[in-house]
């Protein structure tokens, strides 16, 4: 089965630094999905890639997909107190798969 | 008005115990999901349920079982409850059907339900 890797699992950052959390997977993803949960929270949907070598952007966080489709990255400009939270990749490797998801990261940035 | 709805939020309960977690989305989604968060912060997907069709992780104990009485509706019944089953269970829904050529996941989640068993 698919295995998804995040790195790093924690983060610590200070307010207005920038910041990127990776996710790996063995195989080549039919699709990538960031999700963000915050502390004791559900799961908020972030960004959804599908094509190699896509970038999305929302606000101040943009997430890419590698050519291969096996990596992403998650970028976070000028990170503020409200980003701090658990960053989840999820992905599957066809249409009708249920989603795999990684580790998470944890996001704590500092005033 | 909240899109995936779940309670309890809190359950706290003893091993052998028989409890449920009920889930509701407004969305007017096709498919509904539960996951298991465990206490490293993985989430497990448990089952998938779209117009009365059942996909089951087979890693999932058959003490789990899914009904959903409506399209709106899955919930999750819990038999014989055990210490490693303590854990944040998740409810989602999403639009469209698993199998559908390209489909979309963006699954809506709800607040999750902490289940503590004692």
């Known amino acids: 089965s698919q295995e998804l890797e995040q790195s790093p699992q924690s983060l610590i950052v200070q307010e207005g630094k920038n910041l990127t959390i990776n996710c790996t997977s063995s195989k080549t993803l039919y699709g990538l999905y960031w999700y963000k949960q915050k502390y004791g929270e559900g799961l908020i949907f972030l960004m959804m890639?599908?094509?190699?070598?896509e970038e999305k952007s929302h606000e101040k966080i943009t997430a890419k997909l590698d050519e291969k489709k096996q990596q992403s990255s998650l970028h976070i400009t000028a990170s503020q107190p409200s980003h701090a939270g658990i960053y989840l990749c999820g992905a599957d490797e066809k249409a009708g798969n249920m989603l795999t998801f990684g580790g998470g990261t944890r996001l704590m940035v500092k005033p | 008005d909240t899109a995936v709805s779940q309670t309890p939020k809190y359950l706290v309960t003893q091993m052998g115990n028989d409890k449920s977690i009920k889930c509701e989305q407004n969305?007017?989604?096709?498919?509904m999901y539960w996951y298991k968060q465990d206490s490293k912060k993985f989430l497990k997907i448990m089952f998938s349920?779209?117009?009365?069709?059942?996909?089951i992780n087979e890693t999932v104990p058959n003490r789990f079982s899914p009904k959903s009485p409506d399209k709106a509706h899955l919930n999750l019944h819990i038999n014989s409850l055990e210490l490693g089953d303590s854990a944040v269970y998740f409810c989602?829904?999403?639009?469209?059907?698993?199998?559908?050529?390209?489909?979309?996941?963006?699954?809506?989640f709800g607040p999750g339900t902490r289940l503590t068993v004692t």
């Open positions: 890639l599908q094509k190699g070598g």
């Open positions: 989602a829904s999403s639009r469209k059907r698993p199998g559908l050529a390209g489909s979309s996941y963006e699954q809506y």
């Open positions: 349920y779209n117009n009365k069709e059942l996909i």
């Open positions: 969305l007017g989604h096709d498919t």
